[in-house]
């Protein structure tokens, strides 16, 4: 079955310290891979995708993210986080094309960070 | 501005009557969908559409039904909402059913009392 695991609900870490929030998959298909972030009160706003090509895609707000395909993952990057990165984080994986097409989501991971 | 319009984004109703939510899209996407966000359990669809009157069940469709009689438009309909519909409903369109990513509205909370 096809399906998207965040093994993290909850991730605290402090203003300045690197982040990784893990995600993992199983997919029949070639995958495609998103991160969306939602802000509190707000919808999902797309940090960055892999469709093909370089396993590390660069996002918007400083994020980054690693295609391992041995390891079925795609875990999201920060060197740096912000006091305005704490949100709620969603992994998510679809496909191109075909019969499949609609997008299957992680049950997501909240991040808070200490000052 | 490309974007998705969700109405109302806030509502609190009671059980049986009906409401509506309606969906707007600005970039003549042909596939939309209507998924629903609960604590601990992330988005999960209900229902989708590919094209003008082509709509299908999603992963929870129970307590919902759908119209897409305009592109642009794909109104989320319960008919006779109960408690367990209280929850945030998102509204996402893309260029295609395969094309990713989809773009999201703000988000619709329904309370149902």
């Known amino acids: 079955a096809q399906s998207v695991t965040q093994p993290d609900i909850h991730i605290t870490v402090s203003e300045g310290a690197s982040l990784e929030l893990r995600c993992n998959y199983s997919?029949?298909?070639?995958?495609?891979l998103f991160w969306y972030v939602q802000s509190p009160g707000q919808g999902l706003q797309l940090l960055l995708k892999?469709?093909?090509?370089?396993?590390l895609v660069q996002g918007i707000k400083g994020f980054e993210a690693e295609f391992k395909r041995s390891q079925s993952s795609f875990n999201l990057r920060k060197p740096s986080v912000h006091w305005s990165d704490a949100a709620e984080y969603f992994c998510?994986?679809?496909?191109?094309?075909?019969?499949?097409?609609?997008?299957?989501f992680g049950k997501g991971t909240k991040l808070s960070v200490k000052p | 501005e490309a974007q998705v319009t969700q109405n109302p984004r806030y509502l609190i109703t009671v059980t049986g009557k009906k409401l509506t939510v309606t969906c707007s899209q600005n970039?003549?996407?042909?596939?939309m969908s209507w998924y629903r966000q609960d604590p601990g359990l992330g988005l999960r669809q209900i229902y989708y559409?590919?094209?003008?009157?082509?709509?299908d069940k999603g992963d929870v469709p129970e307590g919902y039904k759908v119209s897409r009689k305009e592109k642009r438009n794909f109104p989320l309909i319960l008919e006779s909402p109960s408690p367990n519909q209280t929850s945030l409903y998102f509204c996402?369109?893309?260029?295609?059913?395969?094309?990713?990513?989809?773009?999201f509205g703000d988000g619709t909370r329904l309370s149902i009392l």
């Open positions: 996402a369109s893309s260029l295609s059913r395969g094309h990713q990513p989809q773009h």
């Open positions: 997919y029949g298909a070639t995958p495609y």
């Open positions: 559409s590919m094209n003008v009157e082509v709509t």
């Open positions: 970039m003549n996407h042909e596939y």
């Open positions: 998510a994986v679809g496909s191109y094309g075909g019969s499949q097409g609609n997008l299957i």
């Open positions: 892999y469709f093909s090509g370089d396993t």
